[in-house]
């Protein structure tokens, strides 16, 4: 049982750069998997990266890979975004998903734990 929250959202002009925060809280944070997804209005959920609990490898959803960063703290109690280049179309609100043990999946429908979700405007 964990809960998770984002931060780090907020209006940035195109071709700037933005760091999302997950805070993770709860029992044996370091067994779950993290994610980050997001969904524009009407949309359905983007896959965007993902890191498994054992912190092996790192994935990236096609959209973003090479301008997007994920990473996790040794404790794995705060995971980050590190988002350049950023584009209109990345505009939508961020989630942060965690996933007890788990594999890193880009499924959305997999991920138990969710935070509230914080919004990225990307002005042109």
């Known amino acids: 049982q964990v809960q998770v929250a984002e931060s780090g959202g907020g209006l940035v002009p195109a071709g700037g750069s933005l760091r999302l925060s997950c805070g993770a809280s709860?029992?044996?944070?370091?067994?779950?998997?993290m994610a980050w997804f997001r969904q524009a209005p009407g949309k359905d959920y983007e896959f965007v990266a993902a890191?498994?609990?054992?912190?092996?490898?790192?994935y990236y959803g096609d959209s973003v890979k090479g301008r997007f960063t994920m990473s996790r703290d040794k404790s794995k109690t705060t995971g980050y975004l590190q988002m350049t280049s950023l584009k209109p179309e990345d505009t939508a609100v961020y989630y942060c998903?965690?996933?007890?043990?788990?594999?890193?999946?880009?499924?959305?429908?997999?991920?138990?734990?969710w935070g509230q979700g914080t919004q990225v405007t990307v002005s042109s």
């Open positions: 998903a965690a996933e007890f043990l788990g594999r890193a999946t880009s499924d959305y429908q997999r991920y138990d734990y």
């Open positions: 709860g029992n044996s944070v370091g067994s779950y998997s």
């Open positions: 890191v498994p609990w054992s912190g092996t490898n790192t």
